[in-house]
């Protein structure tokens, strides 16, 4: 069973700082992916990343994907209220068919 | 823009009901997926349906469930005997594509409460 484990579980932030979620496994993914998940929405997808070593920007958020493809981060600069959310990493096996796996997410709070 | 409706929002049955679960996906999607959700836990992968057939399924998806694409529009999650640990956020998701570069699209869920 491939397990991604993210963290923090929750991170709570003042506006205008930084901060970095991280999403970690033991097995190698063909594709990696990160969602933000509002309350009573469903995950929207933010990002994909397919190569090792991939940085991908997208506004403010920065995301990598591990030489190795077994880690990727997320790095917010300059967070702000908007961003508060539950971040959620999912994950591709090749090998395990093509069903994505989720982490358990960080909750990120961003008070003004 | 486009997007994976899920009907009903909320749905409270007895244990031992059946309910089945609405969605439909985008309209030039190929690939179809359910997964849940229970409160405080991980996302977690039920099936995957492409071409009229069960791609994939976990091991949560046992005979009590079943899917089905009626009509070309309408993707289904039927649980035949609810039981209380069905309890959870269902969530239908679409793709045009599969494999490294497929970009799913989530509904906003069906909350099924079972008592």
């Known amino acids: 069973t491939q397990l991604l484990e993210q963290s923090p579980q929750f991170l709570s932030i003042q506006e205008g700082e930084n901060l970095t979620v991280y999403c970690n496994s033991s097995?190698?993914?063909?594709?990696l992916q990160w969602y933000r998940q509002e309350p009573g929405e469903g995950p929207v997808l933010l990002v994909t990343?397919?190569?090792?070593?991939e940085v991908k920007k997208l506004k403010r958020l920065t995301f990598q994907f591990g030489d190795a493809r077994k880690d990727s981060s997320l790095h917010i600069t300059a967070a702000q209220p908007g961003d508060t959310g539950l971040y959620l990493c999912?994950?591709?096996?090749?090998?395990?068919?093509?069903?994505?796996?989720f982490g358990g997410g960080t909750r990120v709070l961003v008070k003004p | 823009e486009p997007e994976v409706t899920q009907t009903p929002s909320h749905q409270v049955t007895q244990m031992g009901q059946e309910v089945i679960l609405r969605c439909v996906p985008i309209?030039?999607?190929?690939?179809f997926y359910w997964y849940r959700q229970i409160l405080g836990q991980k996302v977690e992968f039920l099936v995957s349906?492409?071409?009229?057939?069960?791609?994939?399924k976990s091991e949560i998806f046992d005979d009590q469930f079943s899917v089905e694409r009626p009509d070309g529009s309408n993707f289904t999650l039927k649980i035949r005997s609810t039981k209380l640990e069905d309890s959870a956020m269902y969530f239908c998701?679409?793709?045009?594509?599969?494999?490294?570069?497929?970009?799913?699209?989530f509904g906003s869920g069906t909350q099924l409460s079972v008592l």
């Open positions: 998701a679409s793709s045009a594509i599969t494999g490294s570069n497929e970009k799913l699209f």
């Open positions: 097995s190698v993914f063909s594709s």
């Open positions: 990343v397919v190569t090792g070593g």
């Open positions: 999912a994950g591709v096996v090749k090998a395990a068919g093509n069903k994505l796996t």
């Open positions: 309209s030039n999607h190929l690939y």
């Open positions: 349906f492409y071409n009229n057939e069960i791609s994939e």
